[in-house]
T-cell receptor, first 113, second 114 residues
Framework: GAGVSQSPSNKVTEKGKDVELRCDPI?????LYWYRQSLGQGLEFLIY????????KSGLPSDRFSAERTGGSVSTLTIQRTQQEDSAVYLC???????????FGPGTRLLVL | AQSVTQPDIHITVSEGASLELRCNYS??????LFWYVQSPGQGLQLLLK??????LVQGIKGFEAEFKRSQSSFNLRKPSVHWSDAAEYFC????????????FGTGTQLKVEL
């Protein structure tokens, strides 16, 4: 079956612009996660959605970052007023429940000029 | 706070040689442990996982890992490396009962010499 998909695969933006990154989880998976992979910080957790529960936003680095998940499926990560330090690969993952293996998408490579 | 340490940033092995990638964790209890592999330009693929039970776990692509509670380690092994195994390997953990967010090590880049 289809895996986790993310779009766009690459995004180049100018400092100060807003960007939206999209994640389509595996059908039927109730849990969705966002991670960031950067040279300086490695792989870091950003946010976690589980069903209808309030999301765990404990990994978001600043209030410029937000995410939503509509209809329990697709998720959008929004970065407002992008900074050069936001340049990274943003990875999305999903799992069947909140206690199962996470399956990762190919990521969105973000470059802020 | 919990942490994962992968002491080897880069490892080079010859094709056909055995491989061991080290992973140590710091956490008060036994976490759930994972090994993921990332090929260039690709997402993360799960190799194997340990939740409980048998401390020697088998994964895909001929990999195995052994959980050693006394050493807080979860080392990844493969008896004979193939050139296609060249990639970056990440050890990760999830806290038991503490949500489902992965904490990753810094990764080990594996190079395979033909």
């Amino acid at each position: 079956g289809a895996g986790v998909s993310q779009s766009p695969s690459n995004k180049v933006t100018e400092k100060g612009k807003d960007v939206e990154l999209r994640c389509d989880p595996i059908s039927g998976h109730t849990a969705l996660y966002w991670y960031r992979q950067s040279l300086g910080q490695g792989l870091e957790f950003l946010i976690y959605f589980q069903g209808n529960s309030a999301p765990d936003k404990s990994g978001l680095p600043s209030d410029r970052f937000s995410a939503e998940r509509t209809g329990g499926s697709v998720s959008t990560l929004t970065i407002q007023r992008t900074q050069q330090e936001d340049s990274a690969v943003y990875l999305c993952a999903s799992s069947f429940t909140g206690q199962e293996t996470q399956y990762f998408g190919p990521g969105t490579r973000l470059l802020v000029l | 706070a919990q942490s994962v340490t992968q002491p080897d940033i880069h490892i080079t092995v010859s094709e056909g040689a055995s491989l061991e990638l080290r992973c140590n964790y710091s956490y008060g209890a036994t976490p759930y442990l994972f090994w993921y592999v990332q090929s260039p330009g690709q997402g993360l693929q799960l190799l194997l996982k340990y939740f409980s039970g048998d401390t020697l776990v088998q994964g895909i692509k001929g990999f195995e890992a052994e959980f050693k509670r006394s050493q807080s380690s979860f080392n990844l092994r493969k008896p004979s490396v193939h050139w296609s195994d060249a990639a970056e390997y990440f050890c990760a953990l999830i806290l038991t009962g503490g949500g489902n967010k992965l904490t990753f090590g810094t990764g080990t880049q594996l190079k395979v010499e033909l």
